[in-house]
Nanobody
Framework: VQLQASGGGLVQAGGSLRLDCAAS????????MGWFRQAPGKEREFVAA????????YYAGSVKDRFTISRDTAKNTVFLQMNSLRPEDTAVYHC?????????????????WGRGTLVTVSS
């Protein structure tokens, strides 16, 4: 499975961005997809995830009510709508693909990762 993320960029605090991540290849086995981020000097952290068939969503507390994850199963694409962005949201955002049942908020449980897209929020 290959993952291609897009949509990052520079935005002012309070602004919005949408990240897209398209999956290609052997995508017939997809349990869920998620977004993680890593800021400079910090460890990678969970942002949001979505259960592929049922559509259930999961969010980190720091982004809940500001970010929305969704998916288009026909296009094998997951989206992350980010509103009310804050400078502390600045990071490289990575999408990830999980083939089988397991925890969707744990990075180590994912099977495939995209390269990441940079989101910079200025104050």
């Amino acid at each position: 499975v290959q993952l291609q993320a897009s949509g990052g960029g520079l935005v002012q605090a309070g602004g919005s961005l949408r990240l897209d991540c398209a999956a290609s290849g052997r995508t017939f086995s997809t349990y869920g997809m998620g977004w993680f981020r890593q800021a400079p000097g910090k460890e990678r952290e969970f942002v949001a995830a979505i259960h592929w068939s049922g559509g259930g969503t999961y969010y980190a507390g720091s982004v809940k009510d500001r970010f929305t994850i969704s998916r288009d199963t026909a296009k094998n694409t997951v989206f992350l709508q980010m509103n009310s962005l804050r400078p502390e949201d600045t990071a490289v955002y990575h999408c990830a693909h999980k083939k089988f049942f397991g925890n969707l908020n744990v990075a180590q449980s994912y099977d495939y990762w995209g390269r990441g897209t940079l989101v910079t929020v200025s104050s």
